[in-house]
């Protein structure tokens, strides 16, 4: 009979089936597929089944589809029951679905996923109630979350050192969804080093407050406002906090993306640096006190740099699946800029990454990449802490941060406990009297490939999201402006 909105997928099934050995497997899959053709243009209550005829003498079979598609199905009303502090209007603009518009089965799914998004509820539930020919109430069922969430924690780091945190929030402000988030951390860092030993001279501590505005100022639009005290920054070489402020904006696009906009202020200070990991043109020179041709003393604590400027984030995500997906990208940018006059210097930072997973027959084959650049104005190249660097995860069977430009420098003359002294005593780190120490670059290129091979296809039944990877990764950092300089960069 007439298929209707099922013609192209049962014409193109027939092409790829007839001929082929008999798969009830197949035919059953089809046929939810085709009932689900139905459903998402609101006939909801649409079936499918399989009628086949077998010819013993000819080895062959028909096979018929059956088709109810039932009536298309309207919604005639929304009922929203179980709101105490949050506005109707909150649930509405979340909804799928539209007075006298088919209700549709995807409408459904994504109007409950959205609502348990907003974080406001523990409890969704949708139904279709009433007993029309071709319509029926939509009748939404909530129950709210608490308003208020404390938590509190704390833990060691081999990167951070020791933290203890709390956080408080606020996840339904005016009624609107709105959130305030107020977050403080106290502890103590690592000092600086080849020893494992917490700095108890000079605790490390941050307060933060963040305010989130949904659907401001456009539907599809957010707003967020983020200030930051005594934030710290703790890298092998270096160590900083900053102090500042933010305005966000973030865009939602129809099906491709999302888009960040902010605005950021900061004051950062560097508390602690190797000179190894500075090069000639970096802003922060003066601020320590070093002579542009890296003489002088090393003078800390150091004064604060301004940092100003927009910044730009997108993400495109065409994955499959969201959580262990098989296919599909994922497509993330960020560019920044730090303007003058009163921020000096005038930088420009960009920096691109791509994730692209194909299958190949039961296989995945997963390809990843990243690219970055920076650029600052006069005689300066980027600062420490905005460099960029490969090693660890980004290049694996390297140190973090290990890769790429780097200055050979004298070894701190370290008095070992009598403990571990037999240990160390004729290690090359003992006997060498100097080492080398990473400065990272103003640009990076990676590549990673990763063939990963489920142990199911080897025989081990059950093992489906088990993998066995095989994987080479390929990168360079370095520097761009000729006039920068390195001991690694002399080597020639």
Not at 120 to 148: A, H, P, T, W
Not at 190 to 214: I, M, N, S
Not at 343 to 355: G, I, K, N, Q, Y
Not at 412 to 435: N, Q, Y
């Amino acid at each position: 009979g007439d298929l209707g909105l099922a013609r192209e997928r049962v014409d193109e099934a027939s092409r790829e089936m007839v001929g082929e050995a008999y798969g009830p497997a197949r035919l059953e899959s089809l046929t939810r597929e085709l009932v689900e053709l139905y459903r998402q243009e609101g006939f909801l209550f649409a079936d499918a089944w399989v009628e086949s005829v077998r010819d013993s003498e000819s080895l062959s079979a028909d096979a018929v589809i059956r088709i109810e598609p039932g009536e298309q199905i309207r919604m005639r009303s929304l009922v929203v029951q179980g709101l105490h502090r949050t506005r109707t209007r909150v649930v509405e603009r979340e909804l799928e679905l539209a007075l006298g518009e088919p209700i549709t089965s995807t409408a459904l799914i994504e109007t409950r996923s959205q609502l348990y998004e907003l974080d406001l509820f523990r409890l969704v539930q949708i139904d279709l109630v009433g007993e029309g020919y071709r319509s029926r109430d939509v009748f939404v069922q909530l129950e709210e979350r608490q308003n208020i969430l404390l938590e509190a924690g704390g833990g060691m780091s081999t990167d951070l050192g020791t933290r203890a945190r709390g956080r408080a929030l606020h996840r339904n402000l005016f009624g609107l969804g709105h959130r305030l988030s107020l977050l403080g951390e106290v502890g103590y860092a690592w000092q600086r080093g080849d020893e494992w030993r917490l700095d108890l001279q000079a605790p490390v501590w941050r307060v933060g407050v963040l305010y989130e505005a949904p659907y401001l100022p456009l539907s599809n639009q957010g707003l967020a406002v983020e200030g930051v005290l005594k934030e710290l920054i703790q890298e092998p070489t270096w160590r900083l906090n900053r102090t500042g402020a933010s305005v966000g904006l973030r865009s939602r696009g129809l099906d491709w993306g999302e888009t960040w906009l902010n605005y950021r202020v900061q004051w950062r200070s560097l508390e602690d640096v190797d000179p190894g990991a500075l090069v000639a043109q970096d802003p922060w020179l003066s601020t320590l006190g070093i002579d542009p041709d890296l003489g002088g003393d090393l003078t800390l604590p150091s004064g604060s740099r301004l940092y100003m400027g927009p910044e730009i984030l997108f993400r495109v995500d065409r994955r499959s699946e969201s959580y262990e997906s098989l296919s599909g990208a994922v497509w993330t940018g960020q560019i920044g800029w730090n303007h003058g006059p009163v921020a000096v210097p005038s930088m420009l930072r960009a920096e691109t990454r791509l994730v692209y997973l194909m299958p190949v027959g039961p296989l995945g084959l997963a390809m990843s990449s990243r690219a970055g650049i920076g650029w600052a104005k006069g005689d300066y190249s980027l600062p420490i802490e905005d460099r960029f660097h490969l090693g660890g995860s980004s290049l694996r069977g390297f140190r973090e941060n290990s890769v790429g430009p780097a200055n050979l420098v004298a070894r701190s003359d370290i008095d070992f406990s009598k403990t571990i002294e037999p240990l160390i005593e004729g290690v090359a780190m003992r006997e060498s009297a100097d080492h080398w120490v990473p400065t990272g670059g103003d640009s990076v290129l990676s590549l990673q490939l990763e063939l990963r091979v489920p142990l199911s296809t080897i025989g081990m039944r059950g093992w489906d999201t088990t993998y066995l990877v095989f994987f080479t990764d390929w990168g360079h950092v370095g520097f761009v402006d000729s006039n920068v300089q390195t001991t690694s960069s002399m080597l020639g």
